[in-house]
C-alpha cells in the first residue's frame, strides 16, 4: 500500500462513520496534518498518516511536528495519528501527553472492518 492509497482509505473510513467536512490537504503545505474532517457532533479532527513497512515504527519526531501542529496551533478536538506499524515507545509517550490518539496496524484493521473508533463516537 502506497502512502496516497493509505490517505484515501483514511479519507474514506471517517465518511462511513458519518465525518462531515473532510478536506485532503496538499502534501507541500500539510504542515503534518494529512486530513481534516468533523465529527457527527461537530468536533474538529485532524489526521497524520503513516504509512511504514516492516519493522519500522513511527520516530518521536513525527510526533512532536503532528501534536504540535493539531493542538498547539489549531487546537483541534480530535488529533488522529494513524499508522501502519507500531509507534516508538518515546512518540506513544508524546502522543500519550498531548492527547493525540494513535491507531496502529491492528486497530486500523479493525477500524476497516466495521469498529467505529472510541474518538470518533
Known sequence: MTWKVLERHVVDLPRRDRCTDVVVRPARSDR???????????????????????????????????????????????????????????????????????VNRDDLEAWSAGVLLKALR
Not at 38 to 66: H, I, L, Y
Not at 77 to 98: G, K, M, P, R, W
Open 32 to 102: 503534518g496534518i494529512d486530513i481534516t474532517r468533523r465529527t457527527a457532533d461537530g468536533r474538529s479532527v485532524e489526521v497524520q498518516c503513516q504509512n511504514r513497512a516492516g519493522r519500522w515504527s513511527v520516530p518521536s519526531a513525527d510526533m512532536q511536528k503532528f501534536a504540535g501542529a493539531s493542538r498547539a496551533v489549531d487546537h483541534v478536538d480530535v488529533a488522529l495519528f494513524v499508522a501502519t506499524c507500531n509507534l516508538s515507545l518515546e512518540a506513544q509517550a508524546i502522543a500519550d501527553l498531548s492527547g493525540v490518539i494513535t
